[in-house]
């Protein structure tokens, strides 16, 4: 066994220099982990405008794909990226940026809720506000779902 213990021990990898890297996070590992898809509200004129974005956005890393929507001022990232890093990347290119602040019409309980109607919303969306959905505690939800068909405990009437 002498012999295989120093046949190891003169095999072994032993670095005496220091890593000047920091230690990576977990809370990072994680979200670099999961695909997101971040969608970003961004003002946009030109051809110019929309190609220095999606230049911008697509040299990140971790992005497998970016579209620009110029007619809805949105552009829309996927990849395994965070969406801080994403806004902050657009918004490097001298635009005007947030996160997309809208949902489907058709997702909304209450489209026409104070501030959630909003002109300047693209054709088919309404503003992402808390009024424009019923509390969980609605009644009319419970009822609702009572005679539901996806329901299994609802009751039928034939």
């Given amino acids: 066994m002498g012999f295989i ?5 003169v095999c072994a990898v032993t670095s005496t ?15 670099s982990l999961s695909l997101q898809t ?8 030109c051809d110019g405008c929309e190609r220095r974005v999606k230049n911008a956005v697509s040299s990140m890393k971790g992005v497998k794909s970016v579209d620009v929507n110029r007619k809805q001022s949105r552009v829309t990232v996927t990849g395994y990226v965070e969406p801080n890093k994403v806004l902050n990347k657009v918004k490097s290119t001298g635009k005007k940026a947030e996160f997309w602040p809208y949902v489907q019409y058709n997702l909304a309980y209450y489209p026409y809720a104070p501030q959630a109607y909003d002109k300047k919303a693209p054709s088919g969306y309404v503003r992402n506000v808390a009024q424009a959905f019923p509390s969980p505690n609605a009644p009319v939800e419970k009822y609702t779902t009572i005679f539901s068909d996806e329901n299994v ?5 034939m």
């Avoid at 213990?5 to 021990?9: M, R």
């Avoid at 220099?17 to 979200?31: F, G």
């Avoid at 971040?38 to 004129?45: Q, S």
């Avoid at 405990?153 to 009437?157: E, F, H, L, T, W």
């Fill in 5 to 9: 213990d120093h046949i190891s021990d």
């Fill in 17 to 31: 220099r220091k890593s000047k890297r920091k230690p990576m996070q977990v809370i990072s590992l994680i979200n």
């Fill in 153 to 157: 405990n609802a009751c039928s009437i």
């Fill in 38 to 45: 971040v969608e970003v509200k961004v003002k946009m004129d």
